[in-house]
């Protein structure tokens, strides 16, 4: 089969002819890959930035953990899909016995292991999954859609951390996951949704998304705008998307006194200036995020998708075969796109 992997150090990724995979266990799932979306920890992959060099130890290694794909074979102890299934998958494989696990924390598990980064990824025709970390998804969710459920996930579990229901929401960062983030608070019952971000396609995007008000804190102060629109009252929740550090101290400065605070975003370095003090006599509840909640988020964008309450046309800006995914990475480097999606096989659904 084909697979897009990590053969060496160094920047690129390579598509090269592999054995196709088989079951190992009564538990497998062989899944045939009809769409794959690339996300920004595949990009760094690509890059080979300090995060890869210190994380990426096997080599070769395929790449990738967002995907949607039709079930073609199950273990003997499956139970929860069959044959001919339209499934997505989460990419936090937990091993289900450690403390996390057996606490409802399966995402945070003990023992965890990412697709694409600890193990074999999903940009190959097929792969082998465990049951535990597959979802059966509704036939009528379009396939590029589904692609882009993990990440929409992040998305769901960073927004919905707290009750939105007549606040004023602020979002560092319209990315693609930031970008969902204000469509899942639009409808999480936000009053009103402030975006910050410097990228001028990213400022349109979050405009066409219904976003109130698009900041680029490079020509205006974050602060202070946000003090005008709120009458010196400042937000209630500050979700943190970039990964920027003066986003996410803009954000704290930006907060009302015991507002929420939700970061999902990842930072070059480990330690990082944070305006603690300000934190402390504010009276912040702080919510630090990381994947998904499983599998609570994956039945949230299922059920918001199949009847149509999130509309990701403008988020899956691009898509490519999967041949040209070189063309793609490039593309999503460049920050001019939202979600990419490569397409693996010609099924439609």
Known sequence: MKAIVKSKPGKGLSLVEIEEPTLQSPHDVKIKILK???CGTDVHIYEWNDWAKDRIKRFPQIDGHEFVGRVIEVGSEVKNVKSGDLVVSDSHIPCGYCHQCRTGNMHVCQNLEILGVDRDGIFS???VLPDKVLIKIDESIPLKYA?????LGNAIFTTTAT???GKV???TGAGPI???AIEIAKLSGAAYVVVSEPSDYRINMAKSLGADLVINPK???LVDEVLKITSGLRADVFLEMSGNENALNDGIKSLKNTGVASILGVYPESKVKFEMNTAVFKNLTIHTITGRKMFETWYMAIN???????DLSKIVTHEFDFENFEEAFELMASGKSGKIVLNVAKEEV
């Open 147 to 151: 692609s882009v459920m993990e990440p």
């Open 163 to 165: 009750d939105l229901r």
């Open 36 to 38: 794959v979306s690339i």
């Open 219 to 221: 020509e205006k102060s």
């Open 169 to 171: 929401v602020l979002i």
């Open 304 to 310: 918001w998708l199949k009847y149509h309450k999130l």
């Open 178 to 180: 930031g970008a969902m």
């Open 125 to 127: 025709e097929y792969t």
